[in-house]
């Protein structure tokens, strides 16, 4: 009989245990992540652990991967952070990632029991602890050097590149396409200004610093205590790299301050919830609000902007490009998913000049 495809991995991570028999594991899979392959395992004995295999079609380097986690880990426990994260488990080497017989790359931390995830934020107070978790996340690493992190998903935030990527889906397109998808790419091109934006930002670096960002901020990445539903941590750093100041806190506007999320086709239906902007807003503020410069307070209100912005541009050039990066399950959805996020962009767009009366053009100058 062959072998499970992790049995190799927990014979590894558990080879310091004397005592235990690998054959009494059990192991079941955990449901909720979209990336890695992960599994709970539990053996006589010992504390149950968290298996992942890294997704090598994503994370081209999982070396890079894990070692940017150490980097932070490492980091926590040498300083008074206030920031808890998952521990890994070692290997009797020293490392803390296997390598299989099959080339799959493997890694472990101690399992966090009694946690539950949320897909969404059912009320605003929930919006406001993920807010404030990752703002605790960005703050703790306020004098890492983030030189020390790889970029593990290249230009993975960079508005500029994804502008270039969009304008270059315009040359060849299909007759068809670009001709149903015009008044989409007008509602892009209308926007340049927003990549002018990004641009200043990057030429400014006393004014935007780059940060240690999570590049993945959203509810489902916390973990919340079943009995009081208080946070224990965040979780999945996966795409933490170095960033600037609105991607975490713009992840998190384009993901629970919207009524529907990104696959819907309510279009009638997709707002900006005040509450639930706010609550992101004033959470993550509470702990970044004395960590950030005084650009990155004016122009607070851009990180929703920009990430929505460039993830409309994201489906609206995979679309043009005939489906070639996000997969689809029916002909039209990435066409759908750029007009939700344009739809959404232009309801962030009027709730910001109506709620604060914000300044969607802003002309920056050079720093």
């Given at each position: 009989?062959?072998?499970?495809?992790?049995?190799e991995?927990?014979?590894?991570?558990?080879?310091?245990?004397?005592?235990?028999?690998?054959?009494?594991?059990?192991?079941?899979?955990?449901a909720?992540?979209?990336?890695?392959?992960?599994?709970?395992?539990?053996?006589?004995?010992?504390?149950?652990?968290?298996?992942?295999?890294?997704?090598?079609?994503?994370?081209?380097?999982?070396?890079?991967?894990?070692?940017?986690?150490?980097?932070?880990?490492?980091?926590?426990?040498?300083?008074?952070?206030?920031?808890?994260?998952?521990?890994?488990?070692?290997?009797?080497d020293?490392?803390?990632?296997?390598?299989?017989?099959?080339?799959?790359?493997?890694?472990?931390?101690?399992?966090?029991e009694?946690?539950?995830?949320?897909?969404?934020?059912?009320?605003?107070?929930?919006?406001?602890?993920?807010?404030?978790?990752?703002?605790?996340?960005?703050?703790?690493?306020?004098?890492?050097d983030?030189?020390?992190?790889?970029?593990?998903?290249?230009?993975?935030h960079?508005?500029?590149?994804?502008?270039?990527q969009?304008?270059?889906?315009?040359?060849?397109?299909?007759?068809?396409?670009?001709?149903?998808?015009?008044?989409l790419?007008?509602?892009?091109?209308?926007?340049?200004?927003?990549?002018?934006?990004?641009?200043?930002?990057?030429?400014?670096?006393?004014?935007?610093?780059?940060?240690?960002?999570?590049?993945?901020?959203?509810?489902?990445?916390?973990?919340?205590?079943?009995?009081?539903?208080?946070?224990?941590?965040?979780?999945?750093?996966?795409?933490?790299?170095?960033?600037?100041?609105?991607?975490?806190?713009?992840?998190?506007v384009?993901?629970?301050?919207?009524?529907?999320?990104?696959?819907?086709?309510d279009?009638?239906?997709?707002?900006?919830?005040?509450?639930?902007?706010?609550?992101?807003?004033?959470?993550?503020?509470?702990?970044?609000?004395?960590?950030?410069?005084?650009?990155?307070?004016?122009?607070?209100?851009?990180?929703?902007?920009?990430?929505?912005?460039?993830?409309?541009?994201?489906?609206?050039?995979?679309?043009?490009?005939?489906?070639?990066?996000y997969?689809?399950?029916?002909?039209?959805?990435?066409?759908?998913?750029a007009?939700?996020?344009?739809?959404?962009?232009?309801?962030?767009?009027?709730?910001?000049?109506?709620?604060?009366?914000?300044?969607?053009?802003?002309?920056?100058?050079?720093?």
């Open positions: 009989m062959t072998s499970p495809i992790y049995q991995a927990i014979s590894a991570f558990t080879l310091s245990d004397n005592n235990i028999s690998n054959g009494n594991a059990i192991v079941s899979t955990v909720g992540g979209l990336i890695n392959n992960s599994f709970k395992v539990c053996l006589p004995g010992r504390n149950a652990f968290l298996l992942q295999q890294i997704n090598q079609n994503v994370f081209k380097n999982p070396i890079e991967v894990q070692q940017n986690y150490i980097h932070i880990w490492n980091y926590t426990q040498s300083h008074n952070t206030g920031l808890v994260l998952p521990t890994p488990l070692f290997l009797e020293g490392s803390s990632l296997f390598l299989d017989k099959g080339n799959r790359y493997w890694r472990a931390f101690d399992f966090i009694n946690a539950q995830t949320f897909l969404i934020a059912d009320v605003p107070a929930q919006a406001f602890t993920t807010a404030e978790t990752f703002g605790t996340f960005n703050a703790a690493f306020e004098a890492f983030t030189q020390l992190l790889k970029t593990v998903i290249p230009d993975f960079n508005l500029s590149f994804r502008f270039n969009f304008e270059d889906s315009l040359v060849n397109p299909g007759a068809e396409r670009k001709e149903k998808a015009g008044w790419i007008d509602a892009i091109t209308e926007r340049s200004h927003y990549r002018d934006f990004f641009d200043t930002l990057l030429q400014s670096p006393s004014a935007f610093l780059k940060r240690v960002m999570h590049h993945d901020a959203k509810i489902a990445n916390v973990l919340f205590r079943k009995e009081t539903g208080t946070v224990i941590c965040p979780v999945d750093f996966d795409t933490v790299m170095p960033g600037y100041y609105f991607s975490d806190l713009g992840d998190m384009r993901s629970m301050a919207c009524s529907h999320d990104e696959t819907s086709c279009f009638d239906d997709i707002e900006i919830r005040g509450e639930y902007y706010e609550a992101i807003v004033s959470g993550y503020l509470k702990v970044m609000d004395r960590h950030l410069t005084t650009e990155e307070l004016n122009y607070i209100h851009h990180a929703g902007i920009i990430m929505i912005y460039m993830q409309a541009i994201r489906f609206l050039a995979d679309y043009l490009n005939n489906d070639s990066y997969r689809i399950s029916y002909p039209e959805q990435n066409f759908d998913r007009k939700n996020q344009v739809i959404l962009l232009k309801q962030l767009e009027n709730f910001l000049v109506k709620r604060y009366n914000y300044e969607l053009a802003p002309v920056l100058a050079e720093k």
